[in-house]
Each structure stands twice: as structure tokens, then as C-alpha cells.
């Protein structure tokens, strides 16, 4: 089991594996191990993706996949994303919830 943590500045929490871009997390999460992630929204480089992107694809993976979805925390200091992204995450819960209740 695996905690990721996406950010391209802050360091990881100690027992967190630390990643720089979105497929990286992607990776991870189609591994079926990942039991919870920190995002962060802005990464330096947005053509390589942000958090936001991270979220997305959760929302599709819940419906296409089957993803069971890890805990999800945003750390982003980006406050408008990270609104978007706190609708995201209660939008893959409440897609989590309707496809498996």
C-alpha cells in the first residue's frame, strides 16, 4: 500500500512517495496500491499537467475503470484550484458512491 504526494517543490511527508508530474500519480494509481494522495495544483509546467489533471482522471477511472479511490487531500496554495479540485474529489465520491452502492 502507498501514499503518494505529487508536488514539484515540497518535500513529501515521511512514509509518502514523493512525484513531480501527473503520470506519475496516474501510474501509480492504476496500480491498485495507492491508498491515499496529496496533490498540489501547480507544478511548474503546466503543458506536463497539474493536480487538476490528476482529478480528471480519477473522475473517469471510477466510471470506466472501477477505480476505488484513495483518500484524497489537496495541498495546493493555488486557492481557486483548489476549489476545483475539492468539487472533483466530492465528484469521484459521489460517482464512487452511485456506481457501487
Same mark, same amino acid.
Request: glycine share 6%; aromatic share 8%; proline share 4%.
Given at each position: 500500500?502507498? *501514499? %503518494? ?8 511527508? *515521511?512514509?509518502?512517495? @514523493?512525484?513531480?508530474?501527473? +503520470? ?29 489533471? %490528476?482529478?480528471?482522471?480519477?473522475? !473517469?477511472? %471510477?466510471?470506466? @475503470?472501477?477505480? &476505488?479511490?484513495?483518500? &484524497?487531500? %489537496?495541498?495546493?496554495?493555488? &486557492?481557486?484550484? !483548489? +476549489? !476545483?479540485?475539492?468539487?472533483?474529489? @466530492? ?5 464512487? @458512491?452511485? !456506481?457501487?452502492?
Amino acid at each position: 500500500m502507498m *501514499k %503518494v504526494f505529487l508536488d514539484d517543490i515540497r518535500e513529501a511527508p *515521511k512514509g509518502w512517495k @514523493r512525484v513531480y508530474w501527473p +503520470q506519475e500519480a496516474i501510474a501509480l494509481l492504476m496500480t491498485g496500491s495507492v491508498t491515499d494522495i496529496s496533490l498540489d495544483h501547480d507544478l511548474g509546467n503546466d503543458s506536463k499537467g497539474t493536480g487538476y489533471d %490528476v482529478i480528471i482522471w480519477m473522475e !473517469r477511472a %471510477v466510471v470506466e @475503470r472501477g477505480l &476505488i479511490p484513495p483518500a &484524497i487531500k %489537496v495541498h495546493s496554495a493555488n &486557492i481557486a484550484a !483548489r +476549489q !476545483r479540485m475539492d468539487a472533483g474529489i @466530492r465528484n469521484i465520491q459521489n460517482l464512487y @458512491r452511485k !456506481r457501487f452502492s
